[in-house]
């Protein structure tokens, strides 16, 4: 190892994949706060001086972990990594995405015409074609313009949807409420995402803002929250509507067949469908891909034919100028029927939102060179059919089929409307388990339904509910005018989030010229709101319901977030003292038995206050504790070797440590206990070979620095993983050379070598001792040490605040999943103890 002198700085060149740390006495400099330090032990102010004259850290290359080790790779772990597929296995995956993205925005055809015509009844040719021209500008603006070249560019990491964003948004401004946020989240390696840039004063004074304001958090937050419910509210619409409006085709087919028999019929059809979401969306994907493969070949080729035999002049509703005829001529008829028109882009937001493991390029390319022109071809078809049979405008798809091929399409119809049902429902899936992790949403049970893609889930609960509620939407109003309406309030709310959000990342995040955001967000949600005037005027015929239903979504997820928020606020607050537990010294004031005792809780910081709560109730402690800390970080996934973070709670003879197990919120933690124990107590000795490692070359240092010098500093500093350091030498964090000669040991300090090789021989049999202490106490077992904390309003709260927690959150936390039931703990190696916490 050789070193350098410059400016009074000493320096260590090191392995350039770590960092190093430059030993600075200048007073003047900046000095990051996480390189500040004071001699203690898992302390929490880390960047607080007890001293009135300093000697600074600096450190240039990567930052290190706040904790110092992460978990480095352990052999035969899962890991979270996409393979490198082969050209069959990427056709594969293309079939799928038709059947799993595409397949709601592909069926709206078949009730478009029908909605906006029902709205704004047909009076001649020009208002077939000024209908036209609205649909097929509506569909290329919005699902094309925004969604497909904007929006998908805004994944988090390949995941889409409301949540994704609000996680992308977070990860780059702390703007979530919940104040369990590290700095050493944001060292993640999945944070590949520019950062606003110092040059960039409007990037760096929106994330200001968004840190700094509580009222901008809480905005933030109401408006992800009612996007949510609103695309959960839209699981429940979209198989209704699709599954009601392809049955219908049986009316024509099949003339005495009534309303009441189609509502019978999807009732049955809508049965099957939820049944087999449990199957998965690879096996269900793959079998219904070229099905809807077919049904897009349909659409365009009975498009082409309509235009050939009907009337190919239909083409003139490419000129945009047959919209403003058709409003002139039908002011506030047309203005009604853009709720109709609105349909044609229905499943826009499910196309972001079930992105999945799909690359946003292969959606992109497949939505530009298939779904949109058949689409186009469909619509185009529907409208030279309507100008030559005007009186047709209810059923217009059926009626405009080819009587040759009625039959084949209006089967393929029907399994393109359960297609499309299924993609609603996914998207659904996705948003919920993303809400759960980011403690937007109550705990429930979640089924991983394919091994290789993590993406593709099943939550039993939800999917059942939305069986119940979509059963009764199709009971209660029978007819696809109705639901349509309360449809076009589901997209729209969507939508507007979304637009939204998204402008807030290009702000923020893209850091794009701010006449382009404002354009976007001007045309953009000028335009949906619009859609939405129109679609709020027919509230009263059935749309109330699915309001009345997205508030009561909304309502459980504030709820929950709120009652989280204020739990973990008042564990901090009640956490115990380092000098607590340093005063009742190594056996805790108890008996020490042999063995490990994990310790589960949600601080990130600090001892929870129910740890005392098991000191005061069991009649011994075991011999190791370790606390343990399951936290989902605003990341689609964290690394396998990124996964832990250690740190020594107290000195090394009480035998404890803080682990934290970082979480991304796609992350699958399908592993039993015995392999995450396995996992933890691997890393675990990790940690403690590299922090005796790091004492080892510090020493060495520390003696060559007195000898040549004859300076010595009796200063001391604790680094971020606990171990202490003299002040007077550069910090040798992760130095990759463990072992170093002996002969090069005993002449690079002038020291006798005796002494050296007894204080490596000590430093040596304290290692062994301690990883022989680990075997031991493991072989005695591990014992899992769960706190129940519940929360209670003070009996001086308001009566609103005593109405939600007592009730609403208690509600909620009884009846949602509990922390055993994830964790897959046998009761046998399970200890409780409840604590009730007065908020």
Same mark, same amino acid.
């Given at each position: 190892?050789?070193?350098?002198?410059?400016?009074?700085?000493?320096?260590?060149?090191?392995?350039?994949?770590?960092?190093?740390?430059?030993?600075?006495?200048?007073?003047?400099?900046?000095?990051?706060?996480?390189?500040?330090?004071?001699?203690?032990?898992?302390?929490?102010?880390?960047?607080?001086?007890?001293?009135?004259?300093?000697?600074?850290?600096?450190?240039?290359?990567?930052?290190?972990?706040?904790?110092?080790?992460?978990?480095?790779?352990?052999?035969?772990?899962?890991?979270?990594?996409?393979?490198?597929?082969?050209?069959?296995?990427?056709?594969?995956?293309?079939?799928?995405?038709?059947?799993?993205?595409?397949?709601?925005?592909?069926?709206?055809?078949?009730?478009?015409?029908?909605?906006?015509?029902?709205?704004?009844?047909?009076?001649?040719?020009?208002?077939?074609?000024?209908?036209?021209?609205?649909?097929?500008?509506?569909?290329?603006?919005?699902?094309?313009?925004?969604?497909?070249?904007?929006?998908?560019?805004?994944?988090?990491?390949?995941?889409?949807?409301?949540?994704?964003?609000?996680?992308?948004?977070?990860?780059?401004?702390?703007?979530?409420?919940?104040?369990?946020?590290?700095?050493?989240?944001?060292?993640?390696?999945?944070?590949?995402?520019?950062?606003?840039?110092?040059?960039?004063?409007?990037?760096?004074?929106?994330?200001?803002?968004?840190?700094?304001?509580?009222?901008?958090?809480?905005?933030?937050?109401?408006?992800?929250?009612?996007?949510?419910?609103?695309?959960?509210?839209?699981?429940?619409?979209?198989?209704?509507?699709?599954?009601?409006? +392809?049955?219908?085709?049986?009316?024509?087919?099949?003339?005495?067949?009534?309303?009441?028999?189609?509502?019978?019929?999807?009732?049955?059809?809508?049965?099957?469908?939820?049944?087999?979401?449990?199957?998965?969306?690879?096996?269900?994907?793959?079998?219904?891909?070229?099905?809807?493969?077919?049904?897009?070949?349909?659409?365009?080729?009975?498009?082409?034919?309509?235009?050939?035999?009907?009337?190919?002049?239909?083409?003139?509703?490419?000129?945009?100028?047959?919209?403003?005829?058709?409003?002139?001529?039908?002011?506030?008829? +047309?203005?009604?029927?853009?709720?109709?028109?609105?349909?044609?882009?229905?499943?826009?937001?499910?196309?972001?939102?079930?992105?999945?493991?799909?690359?946003?390029?292969?959606?992109?390319?497949?939505?530009?060179?298939?779904?949109?022109?058949?689409?186009?071809?469909?619509?185009?078809?529907?409208?030279?059919?309507?100008?030559?049979?005007?009186?047709?405008?209810?059923?217009?798809?059926?009626?405009?089929?080819?009587?040759?091929?009625?039959?084949?399409?209006?089967?393929?119809?029907?399994?393109?409307?359960?297609?499309?049902?299924?993609?609603?429902?996914?998207?659904?899936?996705?948003?919920?388990?993303?809400?759960?992790?980011?403690?937007?949403?109550?705990?429930?049970?979640?089924?991983?339904?394919?091994?290789?893609?993590?993406?593709?889930?099943?939550?039993?609960?939800?999917?059942?509910?939305?069986?119940?509620?979509?059963?009764?939407?199709?009971?209660?109003?029978?007819?696809?005018?109705?639901?349509?309406?309360?449809?076009?309030?589901?997209?729209?709310?969507?939508?507007?989030?979304?637009?939204?959000?998204?402008?807030?990342?290009?702000?923020?995040?893209?850091?794009?010229?701010?006449?382009?955001?404002?354009?976007?967000?001007?045309?953009?949600?000028?335009?949906?709101?619009?859609?939405?005037?129109?679609?709020?005027?027919?509230?009263?015929?059935?749309?109330?319901?699915?309001?009345?239903?997205?508030?009561?979504?909304?309502?459980?997820?504030?709820?929950?977030?709120?009652?989280?928020?204020?739990?973990?606020?008042?564990?901090?607050?009640?956490?115990?003292?380092?000098?607590?537990?340093?005063?009742?010294?190594?056996?805790?004031?108890?008996?020490?038995?042999?063995?490990?005792?994990?310790?589960?809780?949600?601080?990130?910081?600090?001892?929870?206050?129910?740890?005392?709560?098991?000191?005061?109730?069991?009649?011994?402690?075991?011999?190791?504790?370790?606390?343990?800390?399951?936290?989902?970080?605003?990341?689609?996934?964290?690394?396998?070797?990124?996964?832990?973070?250690?740190?020594?709670?107290?000195?090394?003879?009480?035998?404890?440590?803080?682990?934290?197990?970082?979480?991304?919120?796609?992350?699958?933690?399908?592993?039993?206990?015995?392999?995450?124990?396995?996992?933890?107590?691997?890393?675990?000795?990790?940690?403690?070979?590299?922090?005796?490692?790091?004492?080892?070359?510090?020493?060495?240092?520390?003696?060559?620095?007195?000898?040549?010098?004859?300076?010595?500093?009796?200063?001391?500093?604790?680094?971020?993983?606990?171990?202490?350091?003299?002040?007077?030498?550069?910090?040798?964090?992760?130095?990759?050379?463990?072992?170093?000669?002996?002969?090069?040991?005993?002449?690079?300090?002038?020291?006798?070598?005796?002494?050296?090789?007894?204080?490596?021989?000590?430093?040596?049999?304290?290692?062994?001792?301690?990883?022989?202490?680990?075997?031991?106490?493991?072989?005695?077992?591990?014992?899992?040490?769960?706190?129940?904390?519940?929360?209670?309003?003070?009996?001086?709260?308001?009566?609103?605040?005593?109405?939600?927690?007592?009730?609403?959150?208690?509600?909620?936390?009884?009846?949602?999943?509990?922390?055993? +039931?994830?964790?897959?703990?046998?009761?046998?190696?399970?200890?409780?103890?409840?604590?009730?916490?007065?908020?």
């Amino acid at each position: 190892m050789s070193g350098e002198r410059e400016n009074g700085e000493v320096m260590v060149k090191m392995d350039s994949t770590e960092s190093r740390w430059v030993f600075n006495r200048d007073e003047d400099d900046d000095v990051d706060g996480d390189s500040r330090s004071r001699v203690s032990y898992d302390s929490e102010e880390e960047g607080e001086d007890d001293v009135a004259e300093r000697q600074r850290l600096l450190r240039t290359g990567p930052r290190i972990d706040s904790f110092d080790v992460e978990a480095l790779e352990i052999p035969g772990a899962p890991r979270h990594e996409y393979e490198d597929f082969t050209l069959g296995r990427k056709l594969l995956l293309a079939l799928q995405t038709l059947g799993v993205v595409f397949g709601d925005v592909g069926t709206s055809p078949l009730y478009t015409f029908d909605i906006i015509f029902n709205k704004s009844p047909i009076s001649g040719e020009e208002d077939v074609l000024g209908a036209l021209s609205l649909v097929l500008y509506t569909l290329i603006l919005i699902p094309l313009v925004k969604y497909v070249l904007v929006v998908l560019w805004a994944n988090d990491d390949g995941e889409g949807g409301t949540f994704a964003l609000y996680s992308l948004i977070c990860r780059h401004a702390k703007a979530s409420l919940l104040p369990n946020q590290l700095p050493s989240d944001a060292r993640i390696s999945i944070f590949r995402l520019k950062v606003p840039s110092p040059e960039l004063e409007r990037s760096l004074k929106i994330k200001e803002n968004l840190e700094t304001s509580w009222i901008l958090k809480k905005l933030l937050l109401i408006l992800v929250l009612f996007g949510t419910s609103m695309v959960i509210a839209d699981g429940v619409v979209t198989p209704a509507m699709s599954v009601m409006s +392809a049955v219908n085709g049986l009316k024509v087919g099949i003339s005495p067949v009534e309303q009441d028999e189609v509502v019978m019929i999807s009732v049955a059809f809508l049965i099957v469908l939820f049944s087999v979401q449990r199957f998965g969306t690879s096996k269900v994907g793959l079998a219904v891909g070229p099905a809807l493969l077919i049904w897009f070949c349909s659409l365009g080729g009975i498009g082409i034919f309509n235009l050939i035999k009907y009337d190919s002049t239909a083409l003139r509703a490419f000129n945009p100028v047959h919209i403003y005829y058709y409003f002139k001529r039908n002011s506030t008829q +047309a203005w009604i029927s853009l709720g109709g028109c609105l349909l044609c882009v229905t499943g826009s937001e499910a196309m972001f939102a079930d992105l999945c493991y799909f690359s946003v390029r292969s959606v992109q390319l497949t939505f530009m060179f298939l779904v949109l022109p058949c689409l186009l071809l469909g619509y185009l078809g529907q409208g030279a059919f309507l100008m030559k049979n005007q009186e047709c405008s209810d059923q217009v798809f059926f009626h405009s089929i080819p009587s040759e091929t009625f039959w084949a399409v209006v089967v393929i119809a029907n399994i393109a409307a359960l297609i499309a049902s299924r993609a609603m429902i996914t998207a659904t899936f996705s948003c919920i388990k993303q809400s759960i992790a980011l403690g937007c949403f109550p705990r429930l049970k979640i089924i991983h339904t394919s091994r290789k893609f993590m993406g593709q889930i099943y939550i039993p609960v939800i999917n059942w509910c939305l069986l119940i509620f979509c059963l009764m939407f199709v009971a209660t109003f029978e007819s696809i005018n109705e639901i349509g309406n309360a449809y076009g309030i589901a997209e729209l709310g969507v939508m507007m989030v979304t637009t939204i959000l998204v402008t807030i990342v290009m702000l923020l995040i893209w850091q794009i010229n701010i006449i382009i955001v404002l354009s976007f967000l001007a045309f953009f949600l000028g335009l949906e709101l619009v859609f939405f005037s129109s679609v709020l005027w027919s509230v009263v015929d059935g749309s109330w319901v699915l309001l009345v239903f997205s508030a009561v979504l909304f309502m459980i997820m504030y709820i929950w977030n709120y009652g989280s928020k204020l739990k973990y606020e008042t564990e901090v607050k009640q956490k115990l003292s380092m000098d607590l537990l340093l005063k009742l010294g190594c056996n805790l004031g108890t008996i020490r038995a042999p063995g490990i005792g994990l310790v589960y809780n949600e601080l990130v910081k600090g001892v929870p206050a129910i740890f005392g709560h098991f000191l005061t109730t069991l009649p011994a402690i075991h011999s190791m504790i370790i606390f343990v800390c399951i936290k989902y970080v605003p990341v689609p996934v964290v690394p396998q070797s990124e996964r832990f973070l250690f740190r020594r709670v107290c000195p090394k003879s009480y035998h404890m440590f803080r682990c934290i197990a970082r979480y991304g919120y796609k992350d699958v933690r399908k592993e039993n206990h015995q392999t995450f124990e396995q996992l933890l107590i691997e890393s675990l000795e990790k940690f403690i070979r590299r922090e005796a490692q790091e004492r080892s070359l510090e020493s060495d240092e520390d003696r060559d620095t007195e000898s040549e010098e004859d300076v010595a500093f009796s200063r001391l500093l604790v680094a971020p993983n606990g171990s202490v350091y003299s002040l007077g030498v550069p910090l040798l964090a992760g130095f990759s050379c463990p072992e170093r000669p002996k002969e090069e040991v005993s002449t690079s300090n002038q020291v006798e070598p005796t002494v050296v090789d007894q204080s490596v021989a000590d430093a040596g049999q304290s290692l062994e001792r301690e990883l022989s202490f680990i075997h031991k106490a493991k072989e005695s077992g591990v014992v899992y040490l769960l706190g129940h904390g519940d929360i209670r309003a003070r009996k001086d709260s308001w009566f609103f605040k005593k109405l939600v927690i007592n009730y609403f959150y208690a509600f909620l936390r009884k009846n949602c999943r509990r922390g055993t +039931a994830n964790l897959s703990v046998p009761h046998t190696n399970l200890m409780q103890v409840g604590m009730t916490y007065m908020v």
